[in-house]
């Protein structure tokens, strides 16, 4: 089974609706992160989480708002979708453990469009 | 804004050649450094980490550190077709923040 899952991989929606992407892991680690990729812009942060009562904005937050629910579990919602948030979205999840070196390993991966 | 700084590309090297991809980033405090490899349409793999400078090999590839000039580079030997893909190259400024990515190089090997 995947260490990192996101539900779900592929969604249409229109403009104005509110949407939840969920993301869980198996890994046991406190990190986790939320990333948008549009073509040519490459990986931009949008939220991470440090740990379940940790929550910090990346650069471009505005229209997302995300949930920590348990250190497994880290939902990312729009609250009402527009079609510049077609996008390629992961989650992904990370452990300083001892080294510091924070590991970044992703899910596979939603595909959100926004009509 | 701490930057990383890749060249789109795409590179195209033929098979069995060494594929040389670099990056520069901004932030002289950074501590680790790596390399991912995404394909298509799917997440982005872990090929590399470095944290001191100088060189690291694994199997087919090595990734080379030099704080001073800011620049981390990844070489890969006897490239193969498979090797096709776009190279992140990811950089944490500290343990505190999220790491940051470069835009990506794409790679292309040809038969």
């Known amino acids: 089974d995947a260490d990192v899952t996101q539900t779900p991989r592929n969604r249409i929606t229109k403009t104005g609706k509110r949407i939840m992407l969920e993301c869980s892991q198996t890994?046991?680690?406190?990190?986790m992160y939320w990333y948008r990729q549009d073509p040519g812009l490459g990986l931009r942060l949008i939220y991470y989480?440090?740990?379940?009562?940790?929550?910090n904005k990346g650069e471009i937050s505005d229209g997302y708002s995300v949930s920590r629910q348990a250190q497994a579990k880290f939902s990312l919602s729009l609250e009402s979708a527009i079609p510049n948030q077609t996008a390629l979205y992961f989650c992904?999840?990370?452990?300083?453990?001892?080294?510091?070196?924070?590991?970044?390993?992703f899910g596979p991966g939603t595909r959100l469009t926004v009509l | 804004q701490k930057e990383v700084e890749q060249n789109s590309g795409p590179l195209s090297v033929p098979e069995g050649a060494i594929a040389s991809l670099n990056c520069t980033y901004s932030?002289?405090?950074?501590?680790?450094f790596f390399w991912y490899r995404q394909y298509s349409g799917k997440s982005p793999e872990l090929i590399m980490s470095?944290?001191?400078?100088g060189d690291k090999e694994d199997g087919r590839f090595t990734a080379q550190l030099n704080k001073a000039s800011q620049y981390v580079s990844l070489l890969i030997r006897d490239s193969q077709p498979s090797d096709s893909a776009t190279y992140l190259c990811?950089?944490?400024?500290?343990?505190?923040?999220?790491?940051?990515f470069g835009k990506g190089t794409s790679l292309l090997v040809t038969p």
């Open positions: 992904a999840t990370s452990d300083p453990g001892l080294a510091s070196t924070d590991t970044q390993y």
């Open positions: 890994k046991g680690h406190d990190r």
């Open positions: 989480s440090f740990d379940v009562k940790d929550i």
């Open positions: 932030d002289r405090g950074s501590q680790s």
């Open positions: 470095i944290y001191s400078n």
């Open positions: 990811a950089v944490n400024p500290n343990s505190g923040y999220a790491l940051n």
